[in-house]
């Protein structure tokens, strides 16, 4: 069974940076590489939504304009490792950060939260004024 767990959220002024991680494990028949990798947010009383994605050969995607040059998603296909690299963070980032992967091959274009397969259990990203 796949897992992922994130990491690396917190409590952080605004302006500031965090880097978040989510490591996986279970990829027993399909390779960590082949999967689309996503992160998600959600904030109480909202729907979860789709920050950005990757693909196995490193194509990003951005699906939240207002994070478009301040966040960086990368992933390390050898240490089965997805990263969310959050610069220049504003109070309406705080959210619950979640890691999740697809593996149904490519990621789609628009990315929702029923396109994927596995989730983590989130980290709380909070970010103060």
């Known amino acids: 069974q796949v897992q992922l767990v994130e990491s690396g959220g917190g409590s952080v002024q605004a302006g500031g940076s965090l880097r978040l991680s989510c490591v996986g494990s279970g990829f027993k028949y399909i390779a960590y590489s082949r999967y689309c990798m996503a992160w998600f947010r959600q904030v109480p009383g909202k729907e979860r939504e789709g920050v950005a994605h990757i693909e196995g050969d490193g194509t990003t995607r951005y699906a939240v304009d207002s994070v478009k040059g301040r966040f960086t998603i990368s992933r390390d296909n050898a240490k089965n490792t997805l990263y969310l690299q959050m610069n220049t963070l504003k109070p309406e980032d705080t959210a619950m950060y979640y890691c999740?992967?697809?593996?149904?091959?490519?990621?789609?274009?628009?990315?929702?939260?029923?396109?994927?397969?596995?989730w983590g259990k989130g980290t709380l990203v909070t970010i103060s004024s």
């Open positions: 999740a992967a697809r593996a149904s091959g490519n990621c789609p274009g628009v990315i929702r939260d029923y396109d994927m397969d596995y």
